[in-house]
């Protein structure tokens, strides 16, 4: 079954990103601060002063396209936190995309998929 794709859900999400100030706390090739052999495959952050449901801002993926353009969402669930969330994809390409995927899929504990954006 095939849904309608909804160009407003992406167009709030940019407008939430431009009125944000976008931290990288994690870049990539750092490790998790609780699981050191968890390495982030690219910059990953939030956008400051917004909410997800683990009470810390929206995260983020930051790759090494020069804009930033929002290329899509991952929707993880984590087994461990007992929580979802989103993960927006901000200048990634394909190849950075699939790493993204791979990193939320690696475990027992987190699954992730990927909502692309149609441009």
Known sequence: MTYPYSSDF???????IAQSRMIIDRPRG??????????????????????????????LWRGSLLQPVLCG????VDL????SE?????GCTKEEISAVLAFHNGSDY??????????
Do not use: C, W
């Open 80 to 83: 461990l936190k007992r929580d």
């Open 73 to 76: 969402i991952v929707v993880t």
């Open 30 to 59: 750092s490790a998790h601060p609780r699981y050191p052999q968890v390495i982030y495959p690219l910059d990953y952050g939030y956008l400051e002063n917004t909410a997800s449901m683990d009470g810390s801002g929206i995260d």
């Open 86 to 90: 989103i993960k927006l994809l901000l």
């Open 10 to 16: 992406f167009t709030a999400l940019e407008r939430l």
């Open 110 to 119: 987190m699954k992730g998929t990927l909502i692309p954006r149609e441009m």
